[in-house]
C-alpha cells in the first residue's frame, strides 16, 4: 500500500454495494486498535465457557454499561456467550494482559459446546460476587455485569449491554483515588486481520480550553492579518 501523494484523495465506497465479509474488512482495518472483551459466562448447568470479543466497548458510566458485539455460528445459532447470557442473564468482561494474550488465544478456539476453555489454558477463576459467572483470577481487570439489553441487528450479530455491578482488580493496579495504571494494565487490543497492539506506546494530550486554543492561535491569526 501506498501512502503518499495526495492526502485528499479518497476511495469511495457505498456500504449498501457491499457484501457482509467486504464491510468488515474495511471496519476492522481501519477502527483499531479494538479492546477485547475476554467474556466468561457460565451455562444452565453451570459449567464455565470463556471467549474472547473485540467488537466491545464501555458506552457509560452512569449506569455503568459495557457493550458486546457478539456473531451468530455460521449455522445461523448463537454462540455460547450469548445463549449463556440469555439463559443467565450475567456476564464477566475480562481484560487481556499482554501476559494472557497466549492463553486467550487458547480460548478462542471454537471448542464445542461444554467444553472447559479455561482449564485448557491453564486459568484459574474466582467466584463471581453479584452474578454467577466467574472472573479470570490472572486478569488484571474483570466486570460482573448482569445483562441489560439485547438488539438484534441483522442475521449475524447480537449487541449485547450489559450494567457493571462489580469489578475485581488487581491490587497493584489501582490507587486509592481510583486510577489505574495502564502500564501495569498492559491492555493489548485488536488490529485489522490477525494483528494485535499493547498499550505501551502512551501520550497525553490534554483538552485545551476556549481560552488556551485562542492564546495558542492568536499569533499565527495576527501574523496573517498583517
Request: net charge negative; proline share 6%; aromatic share 8%.
Amino acid at each position: 500500500m501506498n501512502s503518499g501523494g495526495d492526502p485528499f484523495d479518497a476511495v469511495d465506497f457505498d456500504f449498501s454495494r457491499l457484501g457482509e465479509r467486504e464491510k468488515y474488512k474495511l471496519l476492522i482495518g481501519a477502527v483499531v486498535p479494538r479492546p477485547i472483551a475476554w467474556v466468561t459466562t457460565v451455562d444452565k448447568a453451570g459449567r464455565v465457557n470463556a471467549a474472547p470479543f473485540s467488537f466491545f466497548n464501555c458506552l457509560s458510566a452512569e449506569p455503568a454499561i459495557l457493550a458486546l458485539g457478539v456473531e451468530y455460528r455460521p449455522s445461523g445459532f448463537s454462540k455460547d456467550t450469548g445463549r449463556n447470557i440469555r439463559d443467565t442473564q450475567a456476564f464477566t468482561v475480562n481484560i487481556v494482559s499482554g501476559a494472557l494474550m497466549d492463553a486467550m488465544n487458547v480460548t478462542a478456539v471454537p471448542f464445542d459446546a461444554g467444553v472447559d476453555e479455561l482449564a485448557h489454558a491453564g486459568l484459574r477463576t474466582r467466584p463471581g460476587v453479584k452474578v454467577p459467572s466467574p472472573a479470570i483470577a490472572e486478569s488484571p481487570a474483570a466486570f460482573e455485569c448482569r445483562h441489560h439489553v439485547t438488539l438484534s441487528i441483522g442475521n449475524s450479530r447480537e449487541i449485547i449491554l450489559g450494567e457493571v455491578v462489580y469489578a475485581h482488580l488487581h491490587r497493584g493496579i489501582v490507587n486509592e483515588r481510583l486510577h489505574v495504571d495502564h502500564v501495569g494494565l498492559d491492555a493489548i487490543g485488536r488490529m485489522g486481520g490477525h494483528g494485535y497492539a499493547t498499550t505501551r506506546d502512551y501520550f497525553e494530550l490534554p483538552t485545551m480550553t476556549v481560552e488556551q486554543w485562542e492564546k495558542e492561535t492568536r499569533p499565527a491569526s495576527a501574523a496573517t492579518a498583517r
